[in-house]
DNA sequence: GAAAACATACCGACCAGTTGGTATTGTCGT
DNA sequence: ACGACAATACCAACTGGTCGGTATGTTTTC
C-alpha cells in the first residue's frame, strides 16, 4: 500500500468522494470506503472532518469552486455576442455529455436528493452550487435581454431554466443509462431561446 | 402495539417506503425502520420481500401503477383539443406542487439517482415509470402535432422534456426548500409549446 | 518542543438478512 | 358438514458484519 504524501490527504478525500457519491449517491458512501479509495486512514478522515456530513458539506463546496473556475475560465466566454455566448454554453454543456455518465453526474444534484430533509447544511451548500453554476450563464442572459427585451421573462428566471434542464437531463439520462435524453434536453432549450428571442440558428433536430 | 390486520403487511411496507424513501432517499431508510413506519415485523418484511432491492422494485413499479392510474382518471383528459389538453396537463402537474415538498417528490426520479449503478433491477423499474409518465402526455402531443406538425419535433422527445422540466424542478425546489423553482419550469414548458404550436395563451409571466 | 498531520485500535449502535416457530386461512376427501 | 392437512402470513430473537465516530498513539514540520 503507499502511503499518500503528507499533505494531500483532505484534496484526496474530496476527490474519492466526488467519485464514489456519483456513483453511488451520499448515504450507501461509507467513511471506510472513502477512506480506503483515498488511500488514507480513518485517523485522517476524522483529522480533516469533523463528521460524514462535514466531508459531504466540503464535498459540495469544492464542486461549486471547481465547476465555477472551469465555466468562468472556458473560452466560450470571448465570444462577442451575449446570445452567442448563451449557445457557446450550451455547446459546452452538450460537450460535457461525452465523458462517461457517473463523470457528467452532478454532485450537488445527486446529495440535495437525499439529504434535503436529513443534513440542512448540504442541503444549502447545494443550493448555493446551483445557483452559482446558473451565475454564470445569468450574466450572459442579463445582456442578451437588455438589447433585445421579452415581455414577462428575467435572466434569473431563464438561468434556472438552464439548472432546469441539465438536472432533468441527468436524471433521464440515468434512468435510460444513456446520455441521449440529456442531449435532447438541451437542444429543446437552445430552440426555447431561439423562439423566444426570434433568432433562428443552425437546424439541429431534438427528436432522434 | 396495535397489529396490522393479516394481508396489509405488503401495502403497509410499499406505503411506508413511499413515504420514507422520498424524504430521506433509499439507501438511507433502514428495513428496520421501514417495519416501524409500517408496524410490521421484520419477518414479515423478508417474507414478501426477498431483499431490501425487490421492495425498492416493487416500490417503484407501485409508483408507476398509482400515478398512472391517477393521471388516467383525471378529468384534464375530457379537454377536447389535443394542445388544450396538453396544457390542461401542465396546470395538473402545477397543482400538484400545492402539496408539502416530500409530497410531490418522485419516487422514480430519487431513487434512480442512487441506485443507477449499484442495483440494475431499481434503474429498470425507474426507467420504466419514467417513461410511462410521459406517455400520457405523448398521446396528446403526438395529436397536437399531427393537427400542427413542427419541424424537427417529435411526440416522444417533448414528452421528454415534460420529464425533464418535473424532474429538474423537484431537484431545484429541493435545493430551494421551496417550490417556485418547479411551477417556474413549467410555466417555461407552457411558453415553450405555446411557441412551438404558434398558440398564444393567457399572460403568465414565469418570473417571480 | 509544540502543534499539525496523520495511523492504529477499538467501541456501541445499527445494518441487511436468517432462524425456528405460530396463528390464520383455504382445500379436499369423506 | 367436518376434520386432516397444507399453504400462507406473520412474528420475535438472533447472526455476522458494517456503520459513524473516538481515544490514543506516532511521525513529521516548523
Partial sequence: MTRVPRGEARARLIAAARDLVRRKGYAATSVDELCAAAGVTKGAFFHHFASKEALGVALVQDWTETTG???AAHPYNQ?????????????????????PLPEFSCVAGTTVQETYLTAPAIRRAAAESIASGGEHVRAHLAQALAAHPVAGISADSL???FQIAVQGGIILAKAAGDPAPAREALDHLERYLRLLFDR??????PAR
Fill in 159 to 161: 438561468a434556472r431554466q
Fill in 69 to 71: 473556475a472551469m465555466f
Fill in 79 to 99: 465570444v462577442p455576442d451575449p446570445l452567442d455566448r448563451v449557445f457557446a454554453y450550451i455547446d459546452l454543456r452538450r460537450s460535457l455529455l461525452d465523458t
Fill in 200 to 205: 433562428p440558428g443552425p437546424v439541429r433536430a
